[in-house]
């Protein structure tokens, strides 16, 4: 079991688009998260109430995840838990000069740092277009970043 995780709102979309090929995938790592002990790891200022929210992870949850989603209702409850870790966005030099110089969004960049700040440092991510393959194996040799889908996120859940 991984102790904690780092999700892209990615993740949590696709568990709810039945043209999405990877939608089964999403909704394991969901249902596993739900049911194990792991925590989902945030920037700092996390709030699902939007007008306290200062997190930029949070930002991108309020503004996707629609009531009644599963991803919704997993954030929603592993928050009411106790299961939600707010890290610091604040990464060494040489690692936020690394994430910079590899990835061109600013929120996928807050996701990436946080990675880098959690335990597992681990970020399950299906954002392909901002972060390919190349650039995932960059990561991961640089500053020790596991980026990587929802199945093989879930392998690492279930086997762990």
């Known amino acids: 079991m991984l102790t904690d995780i780092v999700i892209d709102t990615n993740i949590f979309l696709h ?37 306290k929210n200062r997190s930029i992870i949070g930002r991108e949850y309020i503004a996707h995840l629609r009531d009644g989603s599963l991803g919704y209702a997993l954030v929603g409850y592993l928050a009411r838990t106790g299961r939600v870790a707010m ?3 604040k990464v060494p030099q040489a690692a936020k000069r690394h994430i910079l110089q590899q990835i061109p969004d600013g929120p996928d960049r807050t996701f990436v740092f946080i990675a880098h700040n959690s335990d597992e440092k681990v970020l399950v991510s299906h954002d392909f277009n901002d972060i390919p393959p190349t650039v995932r194996q960059r990561i991961k040799n640089a500053i020790d970043v596991c980026i990587v889908d929802a199945s093989q996120a879930a392998v690492s859940m279930r086997d762990a």
């Open 87 to 89: 890290l610091p966005r």
């Open 15 to 51: 568990a709810e688009n039945q043209q999405e090929q990877r939608q089964a995938s999403c909704q394991m790592l969901i249902e596993l998260l739900n049911d194990g002990e792991s925590k989902l790891c945030v920037d700092e200022g996390f709030d699902l109430e939007e007008s």
